[in-house]
């Protein structure tokens, strides 16, 4: 259903854009975490992150492809977030 942005009155038009800033927000966030995923990671580290945060395999999946143990696999996921974390916020990112 189509209304009229007239219609709508300056709360109504406010509750309206805010889906769309926080799509937006969250495209934006996607696309940095994305950028920082294949400008900062060697081939093996991107790999894994890839696997668990888009496929969102098991650790224990991951473990079998990579050739590293489940743990090893988690703590390496583990630090992986956190410096990426730590980066982005640097650069001015929310997370």
Same mark, same amino acid.
């Given at each position: 259903?189509? =209304?009229?942005?007239? +219609?709508? @009155?300056? *709360?109504? $038009?406010?509750? =309206?854009? +805010?889906?769309?800033?926080? #799509?937006? =927000?969250?495209? #934006?966030?996607?696309?940095? &975490?994305? /950028? ?8 093996? /580290?991107? =790999? &894994?992150?890839?696997?668990?945060? !888009? ?5 224990? *999946? &991951?473990?079998?492809? !990579? @050739?590293?143990?489940? @743990?090893? !696999?988690?703590?390496? $996921? ?8 730590? /980066?982005?916020?640097?650069? @001015?990112?929310?997370?």
């Amino acid at each position: 259903m189509h =209304q009229d942005i007239g +219609e709508l @009155g300056p *709360d109504k $038009l406010e509750d =309206q854009a +805010e889906p769309a800033w926080s #799509e937006y =927000q969250a495209k #934006e966030l996607y696309e940095k &975490i994305k /950028d920082y995923i294949y400008k900062n990671l060697n081939e093996a /580290d991107r =790999q &894994i992150m890839i696997l668990r945060c !888009v496929h969102n395999m098991s650790y224990k *999946d &991951i473990s079998g492809m !990579v @050739g590293l143990t489940e @743990g090893n !696999v988690s703590a390496k $996921l583990s630090r992986l977030r956190k410096k990426m974390k730590a /980066d982005l916020a640097r650069e @001015g990112a929310a997370l």
